[in-house]
């Protein structure tokens, strides 16, 4: 096929389809569960610090691949050197993890959103509500379902226009709500040693799995290493400066992080005193701290309402893009047509799903290396996979093509600021990083997603 790879109309569209898929559950309820659980501003620290040096190469690296070659991720590699094809195909295998579990907690949010829709809301701000709903056998996986189902639709009519419209719409007044939401939890009592325990490190909470869970959810929540942007990179046009994109998409996605950690936190110290249950307590979080938020501020179930239709728009956009990477992988090896494809990815998101969904109640007494099924396939995607494919990455782009051959993709369309910084990260950092944090993880055993 010699056809003309479409293309986004220029850099902002660019920017913001990218931003569309880096920006979802990740910042909203993965990021802020996980600066609870580690020790607040250590954490914060670690992950700035790794988003500026190891988010900001590979994500040159990904976009300027794609845009080299003009392929998806399995294509890209393999055109470049044929024996390291299989990076890609790695890489491919990431988002067939990813989709189901993302898919249950798209689930909870579609939940909530209808809790608040019917005036709920007090009912959902109680305690035990939340463990209630997810330990129930069959309610879950209606949620689930429906959630799935949804993107799978919008994947199969090839809809994805529509849905980032709206959300190009949704994500700017999502920003200022959080950011209403964070500045309105301030002032609840006991709110503010919440903000300093998430802005200020306290360097004894520092750790190898501190940093084993910031990288993890930085490659989560930029979509890194799973060949995501190497598409999204085919798409953009030459004369785009890819560099000032790649600053803008990280800013966008880090700000959003940013607040929703700001308004989740301190919530917790307000409201549950912030002991080490309260912020340990993991992937409930969000759906347990905001609806108390909610339920304070007056007129706070309309708020609650928004915030969790605002929330929904931009997981779709991510679970969206966590499809068209399977079902483009599907299309292309095995010349399957779309609509097949994208029900094979249904039917084996269903099934695998429904693991994560059940783990939280009847399930609960079968778990695999001691968690259950969410926080495995969880663990096993960020905490291992990802960086796998990233230290491949690194060591494909600094090896093998060289980084000179990205730096010069990317001087297509302008000068390269930082390819210093570029080439020394890709080549030295985050290779010896990654491997010491993998070896050190895989030392202390698996135990160490439990902590
Ligand atoms: N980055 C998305 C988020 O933060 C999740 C995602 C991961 C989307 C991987 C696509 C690929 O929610």
């Excluded at 949010?109 to 709920?120: E, I």
């Excluded at 890194?224 to 785009?240: F, N, R, V």
């Amino acid at each position: 096929m010699n056809e003309k790879r479409s293309s986004f109309t220029g850099r902002i569209g660019f920017v913001l389809a990218a931003a569309g898929s880096a920006v979802g559950l990740g910042n909203i309820w993965r990021f802020p569960y996980l600066a609870a659980k580690y020790g607040g501003g250590i954490f914060l620290l670690v992950y700035l610090i790794l988003a500026v040096t190891f988010g900001f190469a590979l994500m040159i690296a990904e976009i300027a691949l794609g845009r080299k070659t003009g392929m998806s991720t399995i294509g890209a590699y393999s055109k470049l050197n044929k024996r390291f094809g299989f990076i890609g195909i790695l890489g491919a295998v990431i988002p067939a993890i990813i989709l189901p579990y993302y898919s249950v907690i798209g689930g909870w949010v579609t939940k909530y959103l209808t809790v608040f829709l019917t005036g709920g809301g007090s009912a959902a701000a109680a305690d035990g509500f939340f463990s209630a709903f997810i330990g129930k056998p069959v309610e879950p996986l209606i949620w689930f379902f429906i959630y799935i189902a949804v993107t799978t639709v919008v994947v199969m009519f090839g809809v994805e226009k529509g849905v980032e419209k709206v959300s190009k719409i949704m994500m700017p007044i999502l920003v200022v709500l959080t950011l209403f939401i964070a500045v309105y939890t301030m002032f609840i009592p006991g709110a503010m040693e919440g903000v300093l325990y998430y802005i200020t490190p306290d360097f004894s909470k520092f750790s190898v799995t501190t940093v084993l869970a910031a990288m993890g959810q930085l490659f989560y929540s930029m979509s890194l290493a799973m060949g995501i942007m190497i598409t999204y990179g085919s798409y953009m046009k030459k004369e785009d400066n890819l560099e000032k994109s790649v600053r803008h998409i990280e800013l966008f996605d880090t700000g959003i992080a940013f607040l929703a950690g700001l308004m989740i936190i301190p919530a917790v110290f307000a409201f549950s005193g912030g002991d080490e249950s309260a912020l340990g307590q993991g992937p409930g979080l969000m759906f347990v701290t905001l609806p108390k938020v909610f339920d304070y501020i007056p007129g706070g179930s309309i708020i609650g309402f928004v915030f969790f239709l605002l929330v929904l728009f931009a997981a779709l956009t991510s679970s969206i893009s966590l499809m068209e990477t399977i079902v483009s992988v599907l299309m292309d090896k095995f010349k399957l047509g779309r609509k097949v494809s994208c029900l094979i990815v249904f039917i084996f998101s269903i099934l695998l799903g429904i693991s994560s969904s059940l783990g939280n109640g009847i399930w609960a007494d079968i778990t695999i290396f001691g968690v259950d099924f969410l926080t495995f396939f969880d663990f096993a995607s960020n905490s291992v996979l990802m960086p796998i494919v990233a230290f491949l990455t690194c060591i494909f782009v600094g090896y093998v093509i060289k980084p000179q051959s990205l730096i010069d993709e990317v001087e297509i369309s302008g000068p390269f600021k930082s390819k210093r910084l570029f080439t020394v990260v890709i080549k030295y950092i985050a290779p010896v990083c990654i491997l010491l944090i993998l070896i050190s993880s895989v030392l202390n055993g698996l135990e160490i997603i439990s902590i």
